[in-house]
């Protein structure tokens, strides 16, 4: 009979029963009540009082029932560590028992009782396991270290066991090596410090045990030698030879571990080099292979594939076919095939594609039918040569007439016409001839929008709108917001015969609706129109940005990320570890190396063209030489005159209209206009202008003493520095403290990082009379080549002001926001394009601490100090806003900010070529979110 006769009893006493059992002579019997014991405790039964006869059963040579007594134990020594102190003594004895498998059975049980009160005890019989003759005993007590890390590090610091773990490294046997890596990464992972190093050394012996491994401890290998950085590209190749063998292996782990490592070092290699080209032909065979296992396994290998393709297409552009659905496939794995289909699409192979997802769309399961038609509106964006055969195409499903077909179909044609716009219009009439068979909201929008859109080529535009208007409040919002554009570009396009149309469409927006977006929008839409139609059309009939296939890729800094976890949970959920682990301190955030990060070049290697990094501003060649430049300061001769913007130049700098109030922006005889009273009740009042306009305005940092009147001979300096209409302003206060009027004030600046020097004379009331203050207005030029020197810290500016009295010297502090200039908005393409360009050793992190902004809120407030914002997304719960800012000496900054929701902090990732400003940009990012 099994043992599972021992989970079949149920009758009373048995305790009692249990305990006599327990304390019986026959060793047969004892280990047979020690099962009815664990029996009971794995069906959830309380044998906690059973303890101590348990332990008293410790004593025994038979391996089996030690087995069960050090099972037991693990699971109760946390509810009665007092008794579990019982134990300790048997711990000892078996850590020095002839049998390896007794001694490795004991430190085992030990790194898995997670008492406080015995743990001191169990470090000496640790510290011989470790070093004991027999492998195996030495791979469990290199497992049981890491337990014992995780229960009290300081501890195992103190105790020296990192250092007896660091040896194992150099151990004989690989799976000794195997499981000392394995205990270095958890506690590496668990560390908010990198504990273990790992050098060239280290990763020879790694690299020589990874061939005698099992499979789970080349895992273990391959995962170190990821996180490993070689100095030059000789040990990278190398590395990477060695590892390549690991692609032929039978199990699909150690194949994604070695496709880790070999995509990391791919990023450190000379891209010209032939080898990397090699690399990649010998990355697309094991990746196939993986797309034969089971469904689950393709699931996982696909979803990998998904992240190397977005990071190198090359490497399965040949292989198309491998990605086309079975019919017996699973939705999950059918879906992600289809995906990668799409990002594996080019003009050599959408023949093809497109044969597959027309296929594809009279498959019976609708959810794939809808991504199959999907994915042919993806198509035409990313392939402009096959974008007519695409359209042709959905045509041709749309005459199927199926419901949920024709949906999609209007939905991604609404894109085809946001990407090429004039080019296929012919087709709205058969678009608008499906009208009455939209149900679904998204399809009832994109149909909308096609109307206004395109409402100067339909002749009775006005018609089909009204028949949507008709059911206004029973339509999704998103279609209500639809409607509400469309119509207000319908009356822009034809104003003579859709008055009444655009009236009733603001009235159900404004006064018959609660939702508050489409209340604003609608009140919005009625100021333009009744204030300034002009205006209005501009506003509404604006050129629309194309779209691209590319806004359905990862963010680069998150791709790249992603590709450091291949082969782990985050590589399926597509989310950085840190989003969904909780409570781990080492958890942070990866990114794949650059060549940059090795220190030396091959010289058989044949090299890429390099340009020199770009650099603020020339370094300082002595501090005696800038003391000297300082002191030798003409203030009797007329202050310099820096370049003076042409008017070419000014135009590129937009004016900060909002700043001068209402009256700067509709002028003073507007002021007060309100609307006219025909556009509706309570219009009026809600947006008559009575004062002045509340509108954002530039921050401007308090006034700090920068000459005390101790230091200034009773003359003190207050000031501050800040930007208007793209002018920088010096802002001061000078005070005369002294008992004498001062007269004969001049100034003059320092060599500086960023070339400024004053605009125009000092204009200080002269003379100034004893106990009176003068605020002063001091606009400042930028880029005066003989006035760029290279500051420490960067922002630094050393000011000499002189006046009848005395000279007097001091610094100050430039806020970067005030060198941010106007036109420092990037294209989204040229974003991406740099982004992608600058390398990743130039990205800088920053935590910004409580922010209580939503990402509109921040892109509006830093809109109004010259930065500007690219792009919003909402990836994965994570709200990502990127924005660009262009520095007075032209050096662009790119900066990602990363927020999550009721988190309040976010993380501000800077790139660029000068990474010397980032601290700069990141004090200026603080100081104007807590404006």
Not at 286 to 314: G, M
Not at 541 to 551: D, G, H, V
Not at 597 to 613: I, K, L, N, R
Not at 801 to 814: A, M, T
Request: hydrophobic content about 40%.
């Amino acid at each position: 009979m099994t043992d599972s006769k021992y989970f079949q009893t149920t009758k009373k006493g048995e305790i009692f029963e249990l305990k006599s059992e327990l304390s019986s002579e026959k060793k047969e019997k004892k280990k047979e009540a020690v099962k009815k014991v664990i029996a009971s405790m794995t069906v959830g039964k309380d044998v906690s009082s059973l303890f101590p006869d348990v332990v008293n059963c410790m004593q025994t040579d038979n391996l089996e029932l030690k087995k069960l007594v050090y099972l037991y134990l693990m699971n109760y020594a946390k509810s009665q560590p007092d008794m579990a102190i019982m134990a300790v003594n048997t711990f000892v004895k078996d850590c020095e028992d002839p049998n390896p498998l007794i001694r490795a059975l004991a430190v085992r049980t030990m790194g898995c009782i997670r008492v406080e009160k015995i743990i001191d005890y169990l470090c000496e019989p640790l510290r011989k396991c470790l070093k004991d003759e027999d492998p195996y005993v030495r791979k469990t007590a290199a497992v049981c270290v890491a337990k014992l890390y995780d229960i009290n590090a300081q501890l195992v610091e103190d105790q020296g066991f990192l250092d007896q773990l660091r040896d194992l490294l150099s151990d004989s046997n690989p799976m000794v090596v195997a499981n000392a890596v394995a205990a270095i990464s958890e506690i590496n992972d668990s560390s908010p410090l990198s504990l273990i190093e790992m050098n060239s050394q280290t990763v020879n012996k790694l690299l020589t045990a990874l061939n005698e491994c099992t499979e789970w401890g080349q895992v273990f290998i391959l995962d170190s030698l990821a996180n490993y950085t070689p100095k030059d590209d000789k040990e990278a190749q190398s590395i990477c030879e060695r590892v390549t063998p690991r692609l032929s292996h039978a199990n699909a782990a150690v194949v994604l571990s070695a496709v880790k490592v070999l995509m990391k070092f791919m990023e450190i290699l000379n891209p010209n080099y032939e080898y990397v080209a090699t690399l990649q032909k010998k990355l697309c065979p094991p990746l196939v292979t993986l797309l034969s296992c089971e469904p689950e396994l393709q699931y996982v290998a696909l979803r990998n594939i998904n992240l190397i393709v977005q990071k190198r297409s090359d490497i399965l552009k040949n292989e198309m076919k491998v990605f086309f659905v079975k019919y017996n496939d699973p939705i999950y794995v059918k879906l992600e095939k289809l995906d990668i289909m799409i990002r594996l699409a080019n003009q050599s192979n959408i023949a093809q594609v497109l044969a597959e997802l027309k296929e594809y769309a009279t498959e019976v399961d609708v959810d794939f039918v809808r991504k199959a038609v999907r994915a042919i509106g993806r198509c035409a964006i990313k392939v402009e040569s096959a974008a007519e055969r695409c359209v042709s195409t959905l045509l041709d499903l749309i005459q199927t007439k199926v419901n949920y077909v024709v949906q999609e179909a209007v939905v991604v044609i609404k894109d085809i016409f946001r990407k090429y716009p004039n080019k296929y219009e012919s087709i709205i009439a058969t678009l608008c001839e499906n009208l009455d068979s939209l149900d679904e909201p998204e399809a009832r929008a994109a149909m909308i929008w096609i109307i206004g859109e395109y409402a100067e080529r339909i002749d009775n535009a006005d018609e089909l709108l009204e028949s949507f208007l008709e059911g206004f409040h029973d339509e999704s919002t998103q279609v209500q917001l639809q409607l509400l554009t469309a119509i207000v570009k319908l009356f822009l396009k034809r104003p003579t015969n859709t008055q009444e149309l655009v009236q009733n469409v603001f009235t159900l927006a404004t006064q018959h609706c609660d939702n508050p977006d489409l209340r604003d929008r609608g009140y919005i839409y009625w100021r333009l129109l009744s204030t300034d139609p002009s205006a209005a059309k501009e506003v509404v009939l604006a050129e629309k940005p194309l779209i691209s296939e590319e806004t359905d890729l990862l963010e680069p800094t998150l791709l790249d990320e992603l590709i450091c976890y291949i082969g782990s949970l985050a590589s399926v959920y597509h989310k950085p570890p840190q989003s969904f682990i909780e409570g781990r301190l080492g958890l942070s955030r990866s990114k794949l190396p650059s060549r940059s990060q090795s220190s030396t070049e091959v010289d058989t290697v044949p090299q890429a063209p390099t340009t020199p990094q770009q650099t603020v501003i020339p370094s300082q060649t002595g501090v005696d030489s800038l003391l000297g430049d300082l002191l030798s300061i003409d203030l009797n001769a007329p202050p310099a005159q820096g370049p003076t913007p042409s008017s070419e130049n000014m135009q590129g700098a937009a004016l900060d209209l909002l700043s001068g109030g209402s009256d700067m922006l509709l002028g003073a005889s507007q002021s007060t206009q309100s609307f006219n009273s025909n556009t509706g009740v309570g219009l009026s009042d809600i947006f008559s202008i009575g004062g002045p306009m509340a509108s954002p305005t530039t921050f401007s940092s308090p006034k700090q003493v920068w000459l005390p009147a101790s230091k200034g001979k009773c003359l003190e300096i207050l000031g501050t520095f800040t930007r208007r209409q793209g002018q920088i302003y010096m802002v001061m206060t000078f005070s005369n403290k002294a008992m004498q009027p001062m007269s004969g004030m001049a100034i003059q600046f320092n060599k500086n990082s960023f070339g400024l020097i004053p605009a125009q004379a000092l204009q200080v009331p002269s003379p100034l009379s004893p106990n009176v203050s003068a605020d002063i207005s001091l606009p400042i030029n930028t880029l005066c080549p003989a006035h760029v020197l290279r500051m420490d810290p960067l922002m630094n500016l050393q000011v000499a002001v002189k006046n009848n009295i005395d000279v007097f010297y001091f610094s100050c502090l430039v806020p970067a926001e005030v060198l941010f200039v106007e036109d420092g908005k990037m294209e989204r393409r040229t974003f991406l394009q740099t982004w992608k360009d600058i390398p990743a050793s130039n990205e800088i992190q920053y935590t910004l601490n409580n922010v209580n902004l939503t990402p509109d809120q921040i892109s509006q407030k830093f809109e109004v100090h010259n930065v500007f914002t690219i792009a919003q997304r909402n990836v994965e719960g994570q709200y990502m806003t990127y924005q660009s800012l262009k520095l007075t000496n032209g050096i662009w900054v790119l900066a990602e900010v990363k927020m999550s929701p009721g988190v309040p902090m976010a993380t501000l990732s800077l790139k660029s070529k000068a990474v010397d400003v980032g601290q700069a940009i990141s004090q200026a990012y603080e100081l104007i979110i807590h404006s």
